[in-house]
């Protein structure tokens, strides 16, 4: 089903194959949503749904909710998909750009560019990703990782890439990979060095 505007609720269950600049407000249920290169989805509503490809645009705006993952491979490099709102599933990137000003349950950032501005309930990221938010659950990570000054993790982090630490990193610090904590970093609840390489100029308890 393609449109370019706001066409009424369907029941769960429909796919839903997008085509244009789609506009969604009130409630919106699908089976899996598909929205290709040069399509856009602005959710305002409430949208339920898996995201089994973009390679588009997908906004779920402020105050809006969106209840289901984005499959595994399915937002694409040259794709983009930005959390304003209450985005409650898995939030997988696998190559392209992903942005969180909002609320979201879990990140995947398995390639591409992830930025948080919001709050992440865990965050597993292989690709590039900032945190300029707050993570209540654990960082993973085997890409890079930088929490920046206004960042906190609240979970710990488990690190095997390269993490750069400007803000606060509670429940300690398991590291293998290479880890800089510059002079406004904190980390509590221990490090542990398995391997690797750390650096320390800010404060670790």
């Known amino acids: ?5 706001y ?3 369907l029941p769960i269950g429909s796919p839903y194959d997008n085509s244009g600049a789609t506009v969604w407000n009130g409630a919106h249920a699908y089976s899996h949503i598909v929205n290709p290169a040069g399509a856009s989805i602005l959710n305002q ?3 339920s749904g898996s995201i089994a490809e973009n390679g588009g645009v997908i906004r779920n705006a402020l105050g809006a909710t969106w209840s289901g993952d984005v499959d595994v491979g399915a937002n694409v490099p040259g794709a983009q998909i930005v959390n304003q709102g209450d985005w409650r599933g898995a939030l997988r990137n696998a190559g392209g750009g992903l942005d969180n000003s909002g609320a979201a349950t879990a990140v995947e950032n398995a390639a591409g560019v992830f930025a948080n501005e919001g709050v992440v309930g865990r965050l597993v990221n292989g690709g590039q990703a ?11 990570n085997s890409g890079v990782f930088v929490n920046n000054g206004a960042g906190a993790v609240a979970g710990g982090l488990v690190d095997s890439g390269r993490t ?4 606060v990193i509670a429940g300690g610090v ?21 391997g690797g390489s750390a650096v320390n100029n800010g404060e670790i308890a």
């Not at 089903?1 to 505007?5: E, G, L, R, T």
């Not at 904190?186 to 490090?191: A, C």
């Open 7 to 9: 066409v009424g609720d």
């Open 130 to 140: 900032t945190n300029n938010g707050e993570i209540s659950g654990q960082v993973v």
């Open 164 to 167: 750069t630490n400007n803000g």
């Open 174 to 194: 398991t590291e293998s990979g290479a880890f800089v904590n510059n002079a406004s970093g904190r980390v509590s609840g221990g490090f542990a060095l398995a």
């Open 45 to 47: 509503g409430q949208a």
């Open 1 to 5: 089903m393609a449109a370019d505007s």
